[in-house]
């Protein structure tokens, strides 16, 4: 079926050959019958992996009793999943808005930002991404130029720069937003200080701190959510990806101060009962199974492994539970290819790193081959 894609599909991905058909857990089959080991996980989304027996029976379960509900009427499981995500939250977040999609979050919470503040100043940093919508595009540090001009009064400070944070802070600012760890940008952990100073400093202009969780949340980096490695909870956090065992699906979370009057903003989709109720099933398997604690440790064993190969064209090993970046002093891309030919599905994070976001179930021997398999990748392409 690639020749249908490849004749009615617009070419905006650069597309690998291999046409994935069926998965399980962290592993991928093709149109042939070959397995693949996932290190994608639909770009951070199948954190409790393929075709997952949970979310499926409650797909099943509600798309026979109710598959859509738009929010001028109340519903259960919108109702339950929006308690559920405040249960879970860090603290001080109170209020849900539900959408379809991480850019849709940023959206929304540019939006919120701005009602709340009067201000239209959006402080974010370089290296980070945080979507392709216009909005969310114009937060991004990369892919804008042929965009131009985008939303006004948004500005880039280094990452980890406290100092340069603050020097961009001023009355203008509505809101400073920030990733936690840099996905897109190379796996580029935040320094728990920083993140800390820039709560200090939108407390002190009055500004809102956004945490965009849309790839670090659901356990990928160890705990639920990756601010909690920090000490910090944010005015408004973001989310999608891995919410609800794939099924579309984004989230706003905001602390109580922050109230968009009726009409400011809705999605027609948003917090539809299908993707509600597979995200209450994707986040009560994350906890009963533990993958919060797996990511964790399996992060450290496959940091390990990595930092285990003899190969000198390593740079760097970064990580945060299940978030992978392998840095080389070369191109990623012919070691991308190559683990492709050795049935591993990884990503780039930038032209010189190998992002790895596997499924969070992966097993410590699935992990142990993609390791041995990296090694001969590097090896091949030396």
């Known amino acids: 079926m690639t020749d249908l894609e490849h004749r009615y599909g617009h070419p905006v991905y650069p597309k690998r050959e291999v046409e994935i058909v069926r998965g399980d857990g962290a592993l991928l089959w093709d149109q042939d019958g070959g397995e693949y080991i996932d290190c994608a996980a639909g770009v951070g989304v199948a954190n409790i992996g393929h075709a997952n027996a949970a979310v499926a029976e409650a ?151 956004i945490v965009d969780e849309v790839q670090t949340g659901f356990g990928r980096t160890g705990r639920m959510f990756a601010c909690e490695h920090t000490g910090v909870s944010p005015d408004i956090m973001t989310l999608a990806k891995a919410i609800a065992g794939g099924v579309p699906m984004g989230a706003v979370l905001t602390a109580g101060h922050i109230a968009p009057a009726i009409g400011k903003h809705g999605s027609t989709f948003g917090g539809n009962p299908l993707a509600c109720s597979a995200a ?76 790895l976001l596997p499924p969070l179930v992966i097993t410590r021997e699935q992990i142990a081959a993609v390791a041995r398999r990296i090694a001969d990748a590097l090896d091949e392409t030396a």
């Open 59 to 209: 797909i099943g379960r509600q798309a026979k009793t109710l598959v859509t509900c738009p929010g001028i009427f109340y519903n259960d499981v919108r109702g339950q999943l929006m308690a559920r995500l405040v249960s879970i939250a860090p603290p001080g977040l109170e209020r849900v808005f539900l959408c379809n999609s991480g850019t849709e979050a940023i959206e929304a919470a540019i939006k919120f930002a701005r009602l709340t503040t009067g201000r239209a100043g959006i402080v974010s940093a370089m290296r980070g991404f945080h979507g392709r919508t216009l909005g969310a595009l114009s937060a991004t540090f990369k892919y804008r130029d042929e965009f131009e001009p985008l939303l006004a009064g948004n500005r880039f400070v280094p990452f980890n720069n406290p100092d340069r944070l603050a020097s961009s802070m001023d009355d203008d600012v509505a809101a400073v937003l920030l990733e936690i760890v840099q996905g897109e940008g190379g796996i580029r952990p935040a320094d728990p200080e920083y993140i800390r100073a820039a709560r200090e400093l939108c407390d002190r202009h009055g500004a809102m701190l």
């Open 280 to 355: 209450l099933a994707s986040i009560g398997y994350i906890e009963s199974h533990g993958l919060i604690g797996k990511a964790e440790a399996d992060g450290l064993y496959f940091a390990s492994l990595l930092r285990d190969i003899s190969s000198p064209r390593i740079r760097e090993i970064r990580h945060l539970g299940l978030m992978i970046g392998m840095e080389l002093k070369s191109k990623s891309r012919p070691v991308l290819d190559a683990l492709l030919k050795r049935n591993v599905l990884a990503l780039s994070g930038g032209p010189t790193v190998v992002r």
